[in-house]
């Protein structure tokens, strides 16, 4: 696509539940990331592919995270048994590949997650 | 462990006047980039200029320049002529040049442009 598309853009949900939060990046960037922004926070990095393959899964917060991509392409972040901790903006971005071109990531408009 | 300091949580330009935005970082390594990204309402960050580490010159990008100094570790963002569009969050990060993928986000600084 013509930029990095993420779904849904705002999500509420009971705690408790599961969510799920696609992530859809630039056509032919082979490396993708996922960032948690809290209110008054920086970025804090939760996981990054390259191709299929997620080499550092450190960054995730608990094992109700969990993430996975298919076909070098759409990515996904399931929350399970959300807790009002995990409200945030979810945010996903790609580079045409880690550590090469310009360095620079493009990112989607994030997702709101809003766990009453 | 790196780290990425920005001090100022918000900020406030008259429009058409010059604002500075500090950024300091703490890091062993000595090649490394350094970015500033803006984040307006919509959410959607967007790079505004980039630094590589070994490059003495500062770096420009229209009305976008910075304010690099290795020694002290300071990568200071001047937006001249501010503009209403140019309101938003400013984030400045680093990224190791080994551990390429690690990209270390400031807290953000909130940028408001006075009419």
């Known amino acids: 696509g013509a930029g990095v598309s993420q779904s849904p853009s705002n999500k509420v949900t009971e705690k408790g539940k599961d969510v799920e939060l696609r992530c859809d990046p630039i056509s032919g960037h082979t490396a993708l990331y996922w960032y948690r922004q809290s209110l008054g926070q920086g970025l804090e990095f939760l996981i990054y592919?390259?191709?299929?393959?997620?080499?550092?899964k450190s960054g995730l917060p608990s094992d109700r995270f969990s993430a996975e991509r298919t076909g070098g392409s759409v990515s996904t972040l399931t929350i399970q048994r959300t807790q009002q901790e995990d409200s945030a903006v979810y945010l996903c971005?790609?580079?045409?590949?880690?550590?090469?071109?310009?360095?620079?990531?493009?990112f989607g408009e994030g997702s709101r997650l809003t766990v009453l | 462990a790196q780290t990425v300091t920005q001090s100022q949580p918000e900020m406030s330009v008259q429009e058409a006047e010059t604002v500075t935005l500090s950024c300091t970082y703490d890091?062993?390594?000595?090649?490394?980039?350094l970015f500033w990204y803006k984040q307006p309402p919509s959410r959607q960050m967007i790079l505004v200029i980039r630094?590589?580490?070994?490059?003495?010159q500062n770096a420009t990008e229209n009305r976008f320049s910075v304010n690099f100094q290795k020694a002290a570790k300071s990568f200071s963002l001047k937006i001249s002529d501010s503009q209403l569009g140019d309101a938003a969050m400013y984030f400045c990060a680093y990224r190791s040049a080994s551990l390429a993928y690690k990209y270390i986000f400031g807290t953000g600084t909130r940028l408001k442009v006075l009419a």
């Open positions: 592919f390259q191709g299929n393959s997620a080499p550092d």
């Open positions: 971005a790609s580079s045409s590949r880690v550590g090469g071109g310009t360095g620079e990531l493009f």
């Open positions: 890091t062993s390594e000595s090649d490394y980039y």
């Open positions: 630094q590589e580490a070994y490059k003495q």
